[in-house]
């Protein structure tokens, strides 16, 4: 069972991750403009179900995959900061362009698709997630709980923005500032993956 330190460091980083604009968290918000909260919440379900899927499908492949081979999570590593600093990099502006959002209505098979193809579940499962939990069915469970108590709020958090930006336009001039806050963490973040790796 993973200890309660390493739940709450890794729910950070996975919250970081997950707030940042990305495809599933598009189709939320396009969803909660079109038809708020209480039309998106199934969506919330199809979100969980593609990234248990996606982490999954990823944690346990390139667990099996790295026996052998020693220096895969570290090439993975490197890959997963690269990837942060790109989107942080990419959402730097992505306030611009938040309201471009798909313009049909957003399906249960739409989101769960998009979302187990999102590489944010690679990201999860390589980089974030303890590697103890694909090495125990009981240790992977208590860790997705831990994930799915993050994500949930997270994904009612963009539901719910769509509301708000159609309510009070005024605040969607604020939404620049916030995401470029949450870039600077990101690409502190991907420094910190940089020196584990450099640092062993």
């Known amino acids: 069972m993973p200890n309660l330190d390493t739940l709450l460091k890794m729910s950070l980083y996975v919250a970081l991750v997950l707030v940042m604009p990305g495809p599933t968290n598009t189709l939320l918000l396009s969803s909660g403009l079109k038809v708020g909260l209480r039309g998106t919440w199934p969506l919330l379900i199809a979100e969980a179900l593609g990234y248990l899927a996606g982490i999954a499908a990823w944690g346990f492949f390139l667990s099996a995959l790295a026996v052998g081979r020693p220096w895969l999570p570290a090439a993975v590593k490197l890959v997963s ?46 980089t974030l997630f303890p590697l103890e939990a694909f ?18 709020p997270v994904g009612i958090g963009w539901s719910c923005l769509g509301g708000l930006l159609t309510a009070r336009r005024a605040w969607a001039r604020h939404t620049s500032t916030l995401l470029r806050g949450a870039c600077v963490v990101l690409v502190a973040f991907s420094g910190s993956l940089l020196y584990s790796v450099f640092n062993r």
């Open 81 to 126: 900061a690269a990837y942060i600093l790109l989107l942080a990099v990419k959402m730097w502006g992505a306030s611009r362009t938040l309201h471009d959002v798909p313009g049909g209505p957003v399906t249960f098979r739409d989101l769960f698709v998009t979302t187990l193809l999102n590489p944010k579940a690679l990201l999860f499962a390589s």
């Open 135 to 152: 090495h125990s069915i009981r240790y992977f469970a208590s860790t997705i709980a831990a994930f799915l108590m993050v994500l949930i």
